[in-house]
RNA sequence: GCCAACGUAGCUCAGUGGUAGAGCAGCGGUUUCGUAAACCGCAGGUCACAGGUUCGAAUCCUGUCGUUGGCUCCA
């Protein structure tokens, strides 16, 4: 299913599918024949190689590293003498322009080890490079005549065959992804096969731009930031709506898959963090506070509350297994510079619940919770997304066998559903195996969204039993979850994925009535009390605009319905309904448009 | 945390050493209009913060904070 292609740094480039916009442009890809995808990997690879050779003849003293393909574009990493300007990029792209003109036809060459590092002895990153590749490994060089570069190929046959393309912008990236080695400066480019596929990448990243949460917030009035607390959302009225009316959402699942609310408190003394592993493992993440000589931590997580919950009565297996849910707000430090408005934040709260169970009940609780969450996720309007199933790393703790009935129970569940998943092999937590649920933002950014973790550690170190069918203590499993993740990064996912047009039932304002004239305002008021008295938002807009005035800013308010009130419908008690998409549905009863509109909240059709 | 850019009115932005500007939003008035922007007027800013250079700083320099794009991280 996911077109695969290897970089030049060994790892795999993978084809996501979305509905996102940034996301068409990989389902467009994906959708293209595979000659299309096999042609603008070529010509990106091809454009690095000539981005590189202008590069160096404008910064001689440039060390480069490597220049790959990515899934729409390409770049190169140097380390040069000064960072790279805007003023450079075009100076480049001009260079890059008379190589492609010259068409240059690309040639590769094999070379023989002590050759390459010969050939490549000033360029300290590629000697790097040479020298870590296995023994028996190829070397091959690719040149298009002025320039060559240690390559594996897959290249245009010549310079000319580039296309259109254009650079983007430049970064910081370490050498090897490895934060204690040096810092390089990055050039992100594009290239595509015609000037009109390169015009619709770039109109599909201001697309993109347009729906991206933070701007949408702002105009929604949903929530906004301030220095005063970095990187943590103010929500206002309306955001306030909608992440509530996420939360009620879950609780009635929660009611139908048999899960209970729990509330526990926002701070503990540190001994629980001793004792959960946090103190020792993630403390650099934590707000710590000292008080009375004592020393405090506020919650980043709520697990260790739950064990606390499940540890104060002892337990049946007939009472297995107990699901907590808990939407109590955390707080996790992050490193300045990884934050990204909603998406990562540093207070938040999730739909988070914790399931003590036994290791046989393991499958039907990940079953019930996959089934929990693709109805959420179906009735949200995100069919697609990316699973990634981690197994076992390095350093764990639990049995192997342990670890086998859960990395089987997890796999053998997904394997059932019958949907496509990603292995990862050492990616599971040090605790136990996860599923992870991903899905992309605006800009073609993954989010993790739902997870399913097990557990092996917590209910060692809070020595939680329950009494087994034969009456000796067993030790129980705990398995994390959540659906939507941090609600704050999810409702950021959502507004960008339905570019603010929120459901119906989610919407800050659910209708708002527009009066014709000034003589009209008054039976619009009394639409808008039977909409409220059914339990609906909604409110008329009695400024003086003309009424299209109104239509544009109920529809820049992404208000699903729009109800018109002139002499005509005064007279009749009717509202002439239009809806957000466009649609004018005509005139219609007022108590009809109330039921009507009421059931659909109701329904959250 | 690292590399870089940026921070001017509620929002989007202009303003490169000489008294702070526009559009939108807001407020007041005129208009009372049939499905995406009527008209006139008013008000609104310690130019992120602190220090420095200068006769004079939004503008130049240093530091801090914050944001953005990447990288790294995301038990």
Redesign the pocket.
């Known amino acids: 299913m996911f077109p695969v292609a290897l970089l030049d740094d060994g790892r795999l480039l993978r084809t996501v599918v979305e509905r996102s916009p940034a996301m068409s442009l990989q389902q467009a890809s994906m959708n293209a024949d595979p000659n299309l995808i096999d042609l603008r990997y070529r010509m990106r690879h091809s454009a690095a190689h000539v981005m590189a050779e202008a590069v160096v003849k404008l910064f001689p003293e440039a060390q480069i590293a490597i220049g790959p393909p990515t899934e729409d574009g390409f770049y190169y990493d140097f380390e040069v003498s ?2 790279f ?1 805007p003023e450079d990029l075009e100076a480049i792209e001009a260079l890059m322009r008379e190589t492609i003109t010259a068409d240059r036809p690309f040639a590769g060459e094999e070379l023989a080890r002590s050759a390459a590092l010969e050939r490549f002895s000033d360029q300290k990153f590629k000697v790097e490079i040479i020298s870590d590749l296995p023994e028996d490994e190829q070397i091959t060089v690719w040149s298009h005549q002025s320039w060559e570069d240690l390559c594996r190929g897959g290249h245009v046959d010549s310079t000319g065959k580039i296309g259109a393309f254009k650079l983007l ?6 050498w090897r ?3 204690k080695r040096e ?1 390089l ?2 050039i ?1 480019g594009t290239a595509w096969e015609s000037q009109e596929a390169l015009d619709d990448f770039l109109e599909r990243v201001a697309e993109a731009e347009r729906r ?1 949460h ?2 949408v917030g ?2 929604l009035d949903l929530f ?2 301030d ?1 005063i607390s ?2 943590s959302p103010f929500f206002l009225p309306k955001g306030t709506i909608v992440l509530n009316g996420l939360i009620d959402y879950v609780k009635e699942l929660y009611v139908k898959y048999g899960y209970q609310e729990v509330t526990t408190p926002q701070i503990f003394n540190t001994d629980l963090w001793k004792q ?3 103190y ?3 403390l650099e ?1 934590m707000y710590m506070m000292n008080v009375d000589d004592r020393e405090y931590g506020v919650k980043p ?1 709520n ?1 260790p509350a739950h064990a606390m919950l499940y540890a104060a009565n002892t337990h049946s297996y007939r009472e297995l297994p107990i699901r907590y849910a808990d939407f109590g707000r955390l707080h ?1 430090y ?8 909603l998406m ?1 934040v540093r207070t938040f709260s999730q739909d988070d619940a914790h399931i003590f169970c036994t290791l046989d009940q393991i499958a039907q609780e990940v079953n019930s919770f996959i089934a929990m969450l693709d109805e959420a996720y179906t009735l949200l309007g995100f069919d697609r997304m990316r699973l990634a199933l981690s197994l076992r790393p390095e350093k764990r703790v639990g049995t192997d066998e342990m670890w086998d009935r859960a990395e089987a129970a997890l796999s053998q569940v997904l394997d059932a559903s019958g949907r496509e998943y990603g292995i990862e092999p050492g990616e599971g ?3 136990g195996p996860k599923i992870d649920f991903f899905v992309p933002d605006a ?1 073609g ?1 993954e989010w ?1 969204l739902g997870t399913v973790q097990l ?1 092996f ?2 209910p060692e170190r809070f020595d939680l039993h329950y009494a087994a069918e034969d009456g000796t203590l067993q030790r129980p499993v705990v398995i994390h979850r959540a659906m939507l993740g941090s609600l704050e990064r999810f409702m950021g996912v959502l507004i960008e994925h339905l570019a603010g047009a929120l459901p119906v039932w989610l919407s800050p304002v659910q209708a708002t009535v527009i ?5 009209h305002i008054e039976f619009g008021q009394t639409v808008v009390d039977k909409l409220r008295a059914a339990g609906v938002r909604a409110d008329v807009d009695d ?7 109104k ?3 109920a ?2 308010r992404k208000i699903p319905y ?1 109800l ?6 005064q007279e009749a008690g009717q509202v ?3 809806e ?1 998409a ?1 649609g ?1 549905l ?2 219609v009863d007022v108590d009809e448009f109330v039921t009507r509109i009421a059931r659909e909240v109701a329904d959250r059709a």
């Open positions: 000064r960072p300007a912008s430049v970064a910081g990236a370490y992804g490895d934060e810092m400066q990055r992100y991206d933070r701007r702002r105009e906004f930031f220095p970095p990187a959960s592993g946090h020792d493992n993630y993440n997580m697990c996790r992050e490193r300045s510079g990884v934050t990204h408005g990562r937590a040090f605790y800009l950014r993790q557990d550690s917590l009066p014709i004239a000034d003589r400024g003086n605009d003309r009424m299209n005035a239509i544009r800013a529809q820049q729009m018109v009130v002139g002499d005509r419908e002439a309904v239009r957000r466009g004018n005509g005139a």
